[in-house]
């Protein structure tokens, strides 16, 4: 398995707080993603990072921003959560400019109430 | 047109049998396409990775693509019950994948 690991697994917060996803890698690849998944509506790109804080949007980026500081770390920050924000979000990792292919993380499971 | 498309399913194959799982996509997806397997409250695994024109097997799996028709299947030989799950397909967009919504697949012992 790719080395991937996404914290917290599983995180219940409240609306208007802000939230902090971690996605941590150990393979040093340059490409990093965050998506979203919800029930009918597959995967869908939040944000993605190209190199160290070289970030760029995907299709649903509102309300969501992202930080890489370094090459294994990816943060994806919900500023102020909302009960639209309820998903499971999975980190991936790929090496974008020589295989295309991607690697996805556990996942984190986040609930807004 | 969505750049790519698959039917969501599901679709059900008996034990044994072939499950064939079909993509299409569009002019703003390009050259590699790819399978990913996800099971239920899980990450999306690669399963297939194909780049040329063709057909490329791996095990009881077989990926097919055809550029002219801008289609990409895959097929899986002797589906077991351990097959059943959400078939992802993705293309090659500019510096990220493209996905499908998924086709959830149940093999019936």
């Known amino acids: 398995d790719a080395g991937i690991t996404q914290s917290p697994r599983h995180k219940v917060t409240e609306t208007g707080t802000p939230v902090t996803l971690r996605c941590h890698q150990t393979?040093?690849?340059?490409?990093m993603y965050w998506y979203r998944q919800d029930p009918g509506h597959g995967l869908r790109l939040i944000h993605y990072?190209?190199?160290?804080?070289?970030?760029d949007k995907g299709e649903v980026s509102d309300g969501y921003s992202v930080s890489r500081s370094k090459t294994e770390d990816f943060l994806l920050t919900l500023e102020s959560a909302t009960s639209s924000q309820t998903s499971v979000y999975f980190c991936?990792?790929?090496?974008?400019?020589?295989?295309?292919?991607?690697?996805f993380g556990p996942g984190t499971r986040l609930t807004v109430t | 047109q969505k750049e790519v498309e698959q039917n969501s399913g599901p679709l059900s194959v008996p034990e044994g049998a072939i499950a064939s799982l079909n993509c299409t996509y569009s002019?703003?997806?390009?050259?590699?396409f790819f399978w990913y397997r996800q099971y239920s409250g899980k990450s999306p695994e690669l399963i297939m990775s194909?780049?040329?024109?063709g057909d490329k097997e791996d095990g009881r799996f077989t990926a097919q693509l055809n550029k002219a028709s801008q289609y990409v299947s895959l097929l899986i030989r002797d589906s077991q019950p351990s097959d059943s799950a959400t078939y992802l397909c993705?293309?090659?967009?500019?510096?990220?994948?493209?996905f499908g919504q998924g086709t959830r697949l149940t093999i019936n012992p």
């Open positions: 991936a990792i790929s090496e974008f400019d020589t295989t295309y292919e991607q690697y």
């Open positions: 393979e040093n690849h340059r490409y």
């Open positions: 990072s190209y190199g160290v804080k070289d970030t």
């Open positions: 002019d703003r997806v390009s050259q590699s």
């Open positions: 194909i780049y040329s024109n």
């Open positions: 993705a293309g090659q967009g500019a510096q990220k994948l493209v």
